[in-house]
Antibody, heavy 119, light 107 residues
Framework: QVQLQESGPGLVKPSETLSLTCTVT??????????WSWIRQPPGKGLEWIGY???????NYNPSLKSRVTISVNMSKKQFSLMLNSVTAADTAVYYC???????????WGQGTLVTVSS | IVLTQSPATLSLSPGERATLSCRASESVSSYLAWYQQKPGQAPRLLIFDASNRATGIPARFSGSGSGTDFTLTISSLEPEDFAVYYC??????????FGGGTKVEIK
């Protein structure tokens, strides 16, 4: 059974870089149709799509975050990562990783990790 | 592209039928999904590409629509169905955008 797990610091200082990793266990990532996504949810609010990377390494980012976001994948380690730079308090949220096959719609999700931006 | 969900809150009793709407600002063909999210949990994919139930999703959940107007129907609400529901599209730029959500609460 495929499982995803986010990892990374729970507290990031303003203006610094938020860095999270999602590790995939229990399944293969060697498919040409996978999409690996990051989504976030500020406390008490709705879901915000951050972006995704596919098996070919192509990325798509939310235009509102594009200048600050990088998503990458390391298939040999079965991990994909999120970097969000120049963070502010508005970036405080639960961050989810998700994996979609064969489309970007998330069949599998991590449990989410709360990242707080504060000095 | 913008996805608008209505109503924001739906107050119903167990056993009743729930009808949730998602309207896109431009056509997304049939490339729309529905998710369920319970407090403290990650979203769960219910429906993909407008009308296809994801693996393990009960038959009381159904999706319909195409173009700009989509509906998620729960034929008879079970106690575990009270949650927040989101739609998401993958057709137009930017792909992956979510709607604002509909909360289905117990009346």
């Amino acid at each position: 059974q495929v499982q995803l797990q986010e990892s990374g610091p729970g507290l990031v200082k303003p203006s610094e870089t938020l860095s999270l990793t999602c590790t995939v266990t229990g399944g293969s990532v060697n498919s040409g149709s996978y999409h690996w996504s990051w989504i976030r949810q500020p406390p008490g609010k709705g879901l915000e799509w951050i972006g995704y990377i596919n098996y070919s390494g192509n990325t798509n980012y939310n235009p509102s975050l594009k200048s600050r976001v990088t998503i990458s994948v390391n298939m040999s380690k079965k991990q994909f990562s999120l970097m969000l730079n120049s963070v502010t308090a508005a970036d405080t949220a639960v961050y989810y990783c998700a994996m979609g096959l064969p489309t970007l719609f998330g069949n599998y999700w991590g449990q989410g990790t709360l990242v707080t931006v504060s000095s | 592209i913008v996805l608008t969900q209505s109503p924001a809150t739906l107050s119903l009793s167990p056993g009743e039928r729930a009808t949730l709407s998602c309207r896109a600002s431009e056509s997304v063909s049939s490339y729309l999904a529905w998710y369920q999210q319970k407090p403290g949990q990650a979203p769960r994919l219910l429906i993909f590409d407008a009308s296809n139930r994801a693996t393990g999703i009960p038959a009381r959940f159904s999706g319909s629509g195409s173009g700009t107007d989509f509906t998620l129907t729960i034929s008879s609400l079970e106690p575990e169905d009270f949650a927040v529901y989101y739609c998401q599209q993958r057709s137009n730029w930017p792909p992956g955008i979510f709607g604002g959500g509909t909360k289905v609460e117990i009346k």
